[in-house]
């Protein structure tokens, strides 16, 4: 099983630790760089930062693979309930890979006293690899 997760706080490699080893195939294995490109979206250098991260997705998303986004109130650096896909959806490829994606399903581990790495929207692919 393969899945993509995007996350600025968790790591992909603990996901594929788990279980049957799924594998990640988006080329970072967290958005170290998301919380900067979301406090700058109109800075000089975001087209750059948003190309680094959108094409590796843009391929990743075009094998169908889960989805996992994290959804979690208290992002690491970034501002509260922020929206992890926002910078992501400025991309054409990207935007048009998710186009093919619904959101199928909610992780909601949160509670009053922990509101970081609780949440996260679990994406599907509407069509699958077969389907091709």
């Not at 509260?80 to 959101?103: C, H, I």
Request: charged fraction near 25%; aromatic fraction near 10%; proline fraction near 8%.
């Amino acid at each position: 099983d393969e899945f993509v997760l995007l996350s600025p706080s968790l790591w992909a490699t603990n996901v594929s630790a788990l279980r049957d080893k799924p594998r990640h195939i988006y080329a970072y294995d967290y958005l170290w760089a998301l919380p900067w490109l979301y406090a700058h979206p109109d800075h000089e250098k975001a087209p750059m930062a948003r190309a680094m991260f959108a094409d590796p997705l843009a391929a990743a998303l075009a094998k169908n693979p889960v989805l996992i986004v994290e959804e979690s109130r208290l992002l690491r650096s970034m501002p509260q309930n922020a929206d992890v896909l926002r910078e992501f959806r400025k991309d054409p490829a990207v935007k048009k890979a998710l186009a093919g994606y619904k959101r199928t399903a909610e992780i909601d581990a949160c509670r009053p006293d922990f509101q970081a790495i609780c949440k996260f929207g679990v994406w599907t692919p509407l069509k699958t690899r077969h389907d091709r």
